[in-house]
């Protein structure tokens, strides 16, 4: 299982940009999958999931209502469509799949980097002015 992390870059307060990971090894759409961030000097965060089939998704407080996970199952690629950024969003942000397929992450409240097994190599995001 290979999940290839694209997308980051320089952005300015209040700009947007649009994270790809596009997986190998698996079908995505028999998986929930999740978007992790570590900012420097902190804990790494899962920010925002989506259920296998597109049950369901969980974004976390800090990032709701601005950030969009959604999934290409042409592509295999699931993006995070990331607006209204502000500085704290900076971070490497990885996606991440569990070792098996099917419905069983992504519920409750949160996204644990637990649930998760394969991850992929993550890409920066910069928001400076």
């Known amino acids: 299982v290979q999940l290839q992390a694209s997308g980051g870059g320089l952005v300015q307060p209040g700009g947007s940009l649009r994270l790809s990971c596009a997986a190998s090894g698996v079908i995505l759409n028999y998986y929930g999958i999740a978007w992790f961030r570590r900012a420097p000097g902190k804990e790494r965060e899962g920010v925002s999931c989506l259920r296998s089939s597109n049950a369901g998704t969980i974004n976390v407080d800090s990032v709701k209502g601005r950030f969009t996970i959604s999934r290409d199952n042409a592509k295999n690629t699931v993006y995070l469509q990331m607006n209204s950024l502000k500085p704290e969003d900076t971070a490497v942000y990885f996606c991440?799949?569990?070792?098996?397929?099917?419905?069983?992450?992504?519920?409750?409240?949160?996204?644990?980097?637990?649930?998760?097994?394969?991850w992929g190599q993550g890409t920066l995001v910069t928001v400076s002015s």
């Open positions: 991440a799949v569990p070792r098996f397929g099917g419905d069983y992450v992504c519920r409750g409240e949160t996204v644990p980097g637990e649930e998760y097994h394969y």
